[in-house]
Nanobody, 120 residues
Framework: VQLQASGGGLVQPGASLRLSCAAS????????VGWYRQRPGEDRTFVAA?????IASYADSVKRRFTISGDNAGVALQMNDLKPEDTAVYYC?????????????????WGQGTQVTVSS
């Protein structure tokens, strides 16, 4: 499975940004894709994930601001009301279930990162 992330950039606080993760090479229709982020000097942390049947999971820090959605082409992460603390490199990740994607040790596939910078 190959994951291709895109959509990062530099935005001001309060702005919105949409990240995309294109997934290819899957051999099963039952899968989950999600996002992690890594702030400078910190460990990579879970952000959100969605399963093939539409069930999603979010980290508490992004609930009500971020929305994950998916289709056969891949997954999008709509990020609204961005804050400086959202600045990070965002990585897409995939596994068979949302539970597996939400545990870094259970992620089966990683995409490359895309930088998101929130600054005035």
């Amino acid at each position: 499975v190959q994951l291709q992330a895109s959509g990062g950039g530099l935005v001001q606080p309060g702005a919105s940004l949409r990240l995309s993760c294109a997934a290819s090479g899957r051999t099963s229709d039952r899968f989950a894709v999600g996002w992690y982020r890594q702030r400078p000097g910190e460990d990579r942390t879970f952000v959100a994930a969605i399963a093939w049947h539409g069930i999603a999971s979010y980290a508490d820090s992004v609930k009500r601001r971020f929305t994950i959605s998916g289709d056969n082409a891949g997954v999008a992460l709509q990020m609204n009301d961005l804050k400086p603390e959202d600045t990070a490199v965002y990585y897409c990740a995939s596994a068979n279930t949302v539970a597996q994607v939400s545990r870094q040790s259970s992620v089966a596939y990683w995409g490359q990162g895309t930088q998101v910078t929130v600054s005035s």
